[in-house]
């Protein structure tokens, strides 16, 4: 293995009913409490009054910051800054998915840089570490998908620019997070398809990244690659099973919480590419760009680099069910890609461009590899020339 530091200090509250806690977590904090939300649903799923009866249980004002989109802008980053800071708030508490959780990330580093310091130039875009004692972050989560909630990442989007990023910090790390998977019963068929292919994905870029030694980070992948694969399932099969909710809840939270990548190089590639696509067409999810360009990544990467051949391989039989007996890791790696790819048709993900509205010319594909988001790992060295 890798050497490594793991540090994960994000405090989960995890069933039906844990929002109560708000209250407790609220009153430990000076000032009011700056809500931030996204489009509504988390009106429509409970998440919103369970919260605001907390906070009044704590006696709290609160502000808020609402209508945060999917792929979150920049700009609305900025309002929340400057609301932060006009009402002097003591805890940020993002209700909702991974967009409301990445935009109350940037609010509370926006708010705890330098008046003289530009929150985009000097931290997002250059990767500057963040500044410790930022305002702290609470969660109250509503997909199953990002892993934000237990870690120092955010990703955002600057319209102006066209550049969608990812910005990795430790004072970043939520203090707490709420996991009810009572709030996931109202995410639609596509919703639902986007977050477990999101962390399935994540997965993937840690188990798939060398080194390939014998590393507990790898079995513990592999059950957890098995395991969303069930409750995937189980959650398009009754989208109100709560057994198969809670199971989805803790995969995406295990699949991108740093366990894993421990020992392991990473490789984030797929994203990076992800990231180009929806920084151009911000109304392409992020599981959906994922579902396209994840199984053609995996396709290139196993034949044009000899050492992810075996990993590609073992991906196959451990995770797909491909029988090892008289075949070659190359042919293994090809139809255990091929079970992937299919198992996405089947739940009714998006496998091309066209199907998410992107056009596939050779122009347009030009502006995309532009715009990707430079997330490295063990194959990036891989296709530079024809990126
Ligand atoms: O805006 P509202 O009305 O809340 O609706 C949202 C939104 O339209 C809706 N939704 C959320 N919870 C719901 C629900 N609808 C019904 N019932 C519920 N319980 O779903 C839509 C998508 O929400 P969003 O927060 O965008 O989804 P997700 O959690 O998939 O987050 C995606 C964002 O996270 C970033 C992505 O790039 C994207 O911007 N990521 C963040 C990561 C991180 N911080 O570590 C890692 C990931 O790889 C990812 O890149
Ligand atoms: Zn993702």
């Not at 006696?59 to 800071?85: F, I, M, S, Y």
């Not at 919703?191 to 790898?218: A, I, K, R, W």
């Amino acid at each position: 293995m890798q050497d490594f530091i793991f540090h994960n200090p994000v405090k989960i509250y995890f069933g039906k009913g844990q929002a109560s806690h708000v209250a407790e977590e609220a009153a430990a904090c000076e000032g009011p409490v700056l809500l931030v939300y996204g489009g509504g649903s988390i009106k429509r799923n409970g998440a919103y009054d369970d919260v605001i009866r907390a906070l009044a249980a704590a006696g709290k004002q609160v502000v808020e910051l609402a209508g945060v989109t999917p792929n979150p802008r920049l700009d609305k980053v900025l309002e929340g800054v400057a609301l932060a800071k006009e009402h002097g708030v003591g805890l940020i508490l993002a209700v909702g998915g991974g967009s409301a959780i990445d935009c109350a990330k940037f609010v509370a580093l926006g708010a705890g840089i330098g008046s003289d310091e530009d929150l985009w130039h000097d931290y997002i875009e250059s990767g500057r570490p963040a500044p410790e004692g930022l305002i702290p972050l609470g969660v109250v989560l509503t997909t199953a998908a990002t892993g934000s909630e237990m870690g120092d990442s955010a990703v955002v989007t600057n319209t102006a620019i066209a550049r969608k990023m990812g910005y990795t910090s430790f004072p970043l790390m939520p203090r707490f997070s709420v996991l009810d998977p009572s709030y996931l019963t109202t995410l639609g068929r596509d919703q639902t398809n986007y977050g477990f292919v999101d962390m399935f994905c994540h997965v993937c870029e840690q188990y798939l990244s060398l080194p390939s030694d014998d590393n507990l980070s790898d079995e513990l992948a592999e059950a957890i690659m098995r395991h969303i694969l069930r409750s995937w399932r189980a959650c398009l099969a009754d989208p109100s099973d709560y057994t198969a909710r809670s199971n989805a809840m803790w995969d995406s939270t295990m699949a991108l919480n740093r366990i894993i990548s421990r020992g392991k190089e990473t490789d984030w590639v797929t994203h990076g590419i992800e990231h180009g696509i929806s920084a151009v067409h911000p109304e392409v999810a992020h599981g959906a760009g994922l579902a396209v360009v994840h199984p053609h990544w995996m396709k290139y990467v196993y034949r044009a680099t000899p050492e992810a051949t075996g990993r590609f391989a073992r991906f196959a039989c451990t995770v797909w069910g491909v029988d090892p007996t008289g075949r070659t890791e190359a042919e293994m790696a090809a139809e255990g890609i091929e079970r992937y790819s299919d198992f996405l048709a089947r739940m009714g993900c998006p496998r091309t461009l066209a199907e998410i509205g992107v056009p596939a010319d050779d122009a347009h594909l030009d502006e995309l590899a532009a715009h990707h988001d430079a997330m490295g790992g063990s194959y990036q060295h891989v296709g530079t020339a024809e990126a």
